[in-house]
């Protein structure tokens, strides 16, 4: 069943097109995610024991948690994951844009096929996190159009929309950041306007 799973995911990554279309209940869906994920969780269990293996000898108490921390981590994100990114695209998607015509389950199923590529290339050091984040992109916009039957161009502002959204507010806290937190501890006084 786990290699059958794997073959579901390398098929959904390599051809979103042709297989993002198929209704997954709930339930398989995070059989599915949280197989792949407990392998790649894995994975970067076994990367962050290779990254710290000299700490790892003398007891260091944060490699060590490092290394116990992946695999939960991401059997979770794969078992909830889909849930809260499914709400917020659903809350852009249909309640703001009104681009999709489908429920929250086929919204549900596009967030889903949407993470198989964190899981699948989220692990790999340095080009892991970027490539599991554009590839996710492409999939979601292939996800989207086939579960809501819309076009690939309603498609894309639906994904594009929270990742936006979530960018700004990001910079905006690094402003704030750089502003006002920075100059406390650089023994400055902080700015005034």
């Excluded at 197989?35 to 962050?48: D, H, R």
């Excluded at 917020?88 to 389950?105: A, E, N, P, Q, S």
């Excluded at 690939?152 to 704030?176: H, Q, W």
């Amino acid at each position: 069943m786990c290699l059958e799973y794997f073959k579901w995911a390398k098929e959904v990554c390599f051809d979103p097109k042709k297989n993002t279309k198929k209704d997954y209940r709930y339930f398989d869906f995070v059989k599915r995610l949280a197989t792949v994920s407990l392998v790649s969780g894995v994975a970067m269990t076994v990367m962050a024991f290779l990254t710290f293996g000299e700490e790892l000898s003398t007891g260091d108490m944060v490699a060590w948690s490092s290394i116990f921390f992946f695999v939960p981590v991401y059997v979770i994100a794969a078992a909830i994951g889909p849930f809260v990114n499914g709400a917020i695209y659903h809350f852009f998607g249909k309640i703001v844009f009104k681009l999709m015509r489908g429920d929250y389950k086929k919204t549900y199923n596009a967030a889903a096929y949407m993470d198989v590529p964190s899981f699948m290339f989220g692990w790999i050091p340095v080009i892991g996190g970027i490539v599991s984040m554009v590839w996710g992109v492409v999939v979601g916009v292939s996800a989207f159009s086939n579960q809501h039957k819309i076009s690939r161009g309603k498609s894309l502002v639906v994904v594009l929309t929270p990742i936006a959204i979530a960018f700004v507010l990001v910079l905006l806290l690094a402003i704030f950041a750089y502003s006002y937190v920075a100059p406390l501890f650089m023994g400055s006084e902080l700015p005034s306007y």
